[in-house]
């Protein structure tokens, strides 16, 4: 009876490490080739932002700031990015609905930030991360997010 018991227990902890790894997840690589194309998407456009990329757990992979931009787009960049990936979607979802009637509400949200620029990323459809972008009008953030996933 133990060595069944003891079986099953091994069998089951090989297949939760299986499906451990084989979760899909974004890899340093992966951050290093998105926040590279943001970045020269916005410099390409004389743009000057803080560019964040977080994982699927809200966890800092990457932060840049470029020369000359504001200390509080820091922490703005880094806000987007979480509400990016908590709420698996892009933050104009929120600014939109702010300026809907009755949108103050989204400001109630915890970790919900109503401002462009921050974009969650997805691997065969499951979201293993976000970028958030601050620095210049939340439109222009949004762009250079935008210019970054796409590299993905």
Not at 7 to 29: D, H, I, M, R, V
Not at 59 to 88: C, P, Y
Not at 126 to 149: E, K, L, P
Request: no cysteine; net charge neutral.
């Amino acid at each position: 009876m133990k060595k069944i018991i003891l079986s099953l227990l091994l069998l089951f902890a090989g297949l939760t490490l299986t499906e451990a790894q084989t979760k899909p997840y974004l890899s340093l690589s992966d951050a290093q080739r998105i926040n590279a194309a943001a970045t020269e998407k916005a410099v390409a456009e004389g743009w000057n932002v803080v560019i964040v990329i977080l994982d699927d757990g809200g966890n800092l992979i990457s932060l840049q700031r470029m020369d000359g931009v504001q200390v509080g787009s820091i922490e703005v960049a880094q806000a987007k990015a979480k509400s990016a990936v908590f709420f698996k979607r892009p933050t104009k979802v929120f600014e939109d609905a702010m300026k809907a009637e009755g949108g103050a509400r989204i400001a109630t949200l915890p970790n919900a930030v109503g401002v462009e620029g921050g974009l969650p990323i997805f691997k065969d459809g499951i979201i293993v991360g976000s970028i958030g972008v601050s620095g210049v009008t939340s439109a222009q953030d949004g762009i250079i997010a935008a210019a970054g996933i796409a590299a993905y």
